[in-house]
């Protein structure tokens, strides 16, 4: 089932909630590939009902990226939800999400900010106000769906965090799974994004995961220092690969420690070919 208006939304929506079934929402912003589809096989598995959602939200974007011309192709991600099991579609317009004066004007939009010690670092130092954005779409489409659980991928690892921590500061009623990143059998995450490259670029690409395997080997080997470990990076980087950043942070609070240890996170971000690609890995097995 298709359905682009909230209102049908929330009447489709309704008798599942009076059958006590359970309801799980994988949020997207389409252009869907194996890394969204092993959320939606999650919520199957957890779920009675799996509403998953095709929105490219305008208001996590900043003037300079790519929204426009974000992939765009709801007739396959529509085709492949259905494949899958996935009882709702749920593809609202701007208009519909934000009112109809959106496009014009967005300063009169209530909107929900993590702490600024979740999003002043990693993606949100160069992507200011995104964060706003995301918290702010995932809780209207929550209060949309009311979904008893809502599924997100470790390969967006700050959006993950920020959307946990939203749920614990607001007490939102809905529990939230992590999904493990989907890779390539090359090590390239699955991304969107990747639609943009071309051969060689995902070759290029290739130095993301490459960086993050070798930290997490030398971490595994005993290294602990965290400049040492990022050090390892410089090597593998060439003129093809341009670094915004790489970090290792705790896992759960985002927070710099002392030392490296069993539940610190690498993050990384580069630009190939002008594409901005994200990675991370758990240093600890
Ligand atoms: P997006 O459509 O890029 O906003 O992603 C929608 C959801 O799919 C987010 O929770 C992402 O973290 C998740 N996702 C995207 N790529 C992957 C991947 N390679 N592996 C696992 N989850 C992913």
């Given at each position: 089932?298709?359905?682009?208006?909230?209102?049908?939304?929330?009447?489709?929506?309704?008798?599942?909630?009076?059958?006590?079934?359970?309801?799980?929402?994988?949020?997207?912003?389409?252009?869907?590939?194996?890394?969204?589809?092993?959320?939606?096989?999650?919520?199957?598995?957890?779920?009675?009902?799996?509403?998953?959602?095709?929105?490219?939200?305008?208001?996590?974007?900043?003037?300079?990226?790519?929204?426009?011309?974000?992939?765009?192709?709801?007739?396959?991600?529509y085709?492949?939800?259905?494949?899958?099991?996935?009882?709702?579609?749920?593809?609202?317009?701007?208009?519909?999400?934000?009112?109809?004066?959106?496009?014009?004007?967005?300063?009169?939009?209530?909107?929900?900010?993590?702490?600024?010690?979740?999003?002043?670092?990693?993606?949100?130092k160069?992507?200011?106000?995104?964060f706003?954005?995301?918290?702010?779409?995932?809780?209207?489409l929550?209060?949309?769906?009311?979904?008893?659980?809502?599924?997100?991928?470790?390969?967006?690892?700050?959006?993950?965090?920020?959307?946990?921590?939203?749920?614990?500061?607001?007490?939102?009623?809905?529990?939230?799974?992590?999904?493990?990143?989907?890779?390539?059998?090359?090590?390239?995450?699955?991304?969107?994004?990747?639609?943009?490259?071309?051969?060689?670029?995902?070759?290029?690409?290739?130095?993301?995961?490459?960086?993050?395997?070798?930290?997490?080997?030398?971490?595994?080997?005993?290294?602990?220092?965290?400049?040492?470990?990022?050090?390892?990076?410089?090597?593998?980087?060439?003129?093809?690969?341009?670094?915004?950043?790489?970090?290792?942070?705790?896992?759960?609070?985002?927070?710099?420690?002392?030392?490296?240890?069993?539940?610190?996170?690498?993050?990384?971000?580069?630009?190939?070919?002008?594409?901005?690609?994200?990675?991370?890995?758990k240093?600890?097995?």
């Amino acid at each position: 089932m298709l359905i682009k208006k909230i209102n049908e939304l929330r009447e489709y929506i309704q008798p599942y909630k009076s059958d006590k079934e359970t309801v799980g929402l994988v949020p997207t912003m389409g252009a869907l590939h194996n890394g969204h589809l092993s959320l939606i096989k999650a919520a199957k598995e957890k779920c009675d009902r799996v509403v998953v959602s095709v929105f490219v939200n305008p208001i996590q974007f900043g003037p300079n990226e790519d929204y426009n011309k974000y992939p765009r192709t709801l007739d396959a991600d529509y085709e492949l939800c259905t494949k899958n099991g996935v009882d709702v579609v749920f593809s609202p317009s701007p208009a519909e999400m934000y009112g109809e004066g959106f496009i014009l004007s967005n300063d009169n939009l209530t909107y929900v900010c993590p702490p600024f010690n979740y999003t002043d670092k990693l993606c949100g130092k160069s992507r200011i106000g995104h964060f706003d954005g995301v918290c702010t779409v995932v809780n209207k489409l929550f209060n949309i769906v009311q979904p008893d659980f809502a599924f997100f991928g470790e390969k967006d690892a700050q959006q993950l965090i920020i959307i946990k921590k939203m749920v614990k500061d607001l007490n939102i009623p809905i529990e939230i799974i992590g999904c493990p990143i989907v890779r390539e059998e090359s090590g390239l995450a699955l991304s969107s994004r990747n639609k943009y490259l071309s051969d060689k670029g995902k070759k290029d690409a290739l130095v993301l995961s490459k960086i993050l395997q070798n930290i997490k080997q030398c971490y595994l080997k005993g290294i602990t220092d965290i400049d040492a470990l990022k050090e390892t990076a410089f090597s593998l980087l060439n003129d093809n690969v341009e670094l915004e950043y790489l970090e290792i942070y705790n896992s759960e609070t985002l927070e710099q420690e002392e030392k490296a240890n069993n539940n610190s996170r690498a993050f990384i971000a580069c630009r190939v070919e002008g594409v901005r690609l994200i990675d991370n890995i758990k240093l600890g097995d």
